[in-house]
C-alpha cells in the first residue's frame, strides 16, 4: 500500500453510497488500513463552499458547461489539498462521487460535449484516477424514495428535485461507463438488503486492494 488506494463511489440518487462508505471505512480501519473518506462536491473549505452553490441551484442558470467547470474547480482543490497527499501517505482513500458524476450529470445527461469534459478532466485529474470505482445501482424510483426518507423534512438539492425520468437516464449512463471501463468498475445491485450490499463492496474493494499490493510488490522486484 505504499502509493495507497483510490476508490471512487459513483450512483443515483439514495443509492446509499454515504452509509455504505462509512460502513467499507470501519471494516478497512478493522484490517490495519488508514482510510481518508471524502466526498464531492466537497473535501476542501473552498469545494464545500462550492459544493453549497452547486447543490442550492444558484448555479443551474448558468448552464451545464459552467456547472461542469464549478465541479472540475471543487475537484482541483479537492485532489491537491485532500486526495492525493493521503495517497501519498498510502491511505485508503473513500470518495462518495468523483468525475463520473460530472461525466454523468452534466454530460450524458447535461449535454456538455465529450471534448469539453475531456479538457477538464485532463486539467483537473493530472493523472490522479480511481483504482476502483463502486457504481451503486438502483432503479430511479426506489431511490427517490430513500433519499425522501433521508431528507425528512428538508427540502430536495438540486439534482433530486428532477424529474424521475432524468434520474433513469443518469442510472444508464453509470451503466454505460461501467460497460465501458471494466477494468476499473464494478457494479453492486443496491436494491437489495444494505447488508448483502455491504458484502458485495467488501469484497470487491478487499479484492482490488489485494491486487493492487501485490502489484505493486512485483513493480518493485519483490522487495519491500
Not at 471494516?27 to 471524502?38: D, K, M, S, Y
Not at 447535461?110 to 479538457?119: D, Q, Y
Not at 448483502?196 to 513493480?219: G, Q
Amino acid at each position: 500500500m505504499k502509493g495507497g488506494f483510490f476508490a471512487t463511489f459513483e450512483g443515483g440518487e439514495g443509492s446509499g453510497k454515504t452509509t455504505q462508505i462509512g460502513k467499507l471505512a470501519v471494516t478497512l480501519r478493522e484490517r490495519g488500513h488508514t482510510v481518508c473518506l471524502t466526498r464531492e462536491p466537497g473535501g476542501t473549505p473552498a469545494a464545500d463552499a462550492l459544493r453549497e452553490i452547486l447543490l442550492s441551484g444558484r448555479a443551474k442558470d448558468l448552464g451545464a458547461e459552467t456547472e461542469a467547470l464549478l465541479f472540475a474547480a471543487g475537484r482541483r482543490d479537492h485532489i491537491e489539498g485532500v486526495i492525493l497527499p493521503a495517497l501519498q501517505r498510502g491511505e485508503v482513500v473513500l470518495c462518495d462521487r468523483f468525475h463520473d458524476s460530472t461525466r454523468v450529470y452534466q454530460g450524458n445527461v447535461g449535454g456538455v460535449a465529450p471534448e469539453a469534459l475531456a479538457v477538464m478532466e485532463a486539467a483537473t485529474l493530472e493523472g490522479v484516477a480511481p483504482d476502483l470505482t463502486v457504481i451503486l445501482d438502483i432503479p430511479a424510483e426506489v431511490g427517490l424514495r430513500r433519499a425522501g426518507l433521508r431528507r425528512g423534512d428538508a427540502l430536495a438539492d438540486r439534482f433530486e428535485s428532477e424529474p424521475k425520468a432524468l434520474h433513469e437516464q443518469r442510472r444508464a449512463a453509470f451503466l454505460q461507463i461501467a460497460a465501458r471501463e471494466p477494468k476499473r468498475c464494478v457494479v453492486i445491485d443496491a436494491n437489495r438488503d444494505a447488508e448483502i450490499v455491504e458484502a458485495d463492496i467488501r469484497a470487491a474493494v478487499l479484492e482490488r486492494i489485494a491486487s493492487s499490493a501485490e502489484n505493486d510488490t512485483e513493480a518493485k522486484g519483490g522487495v519491500e
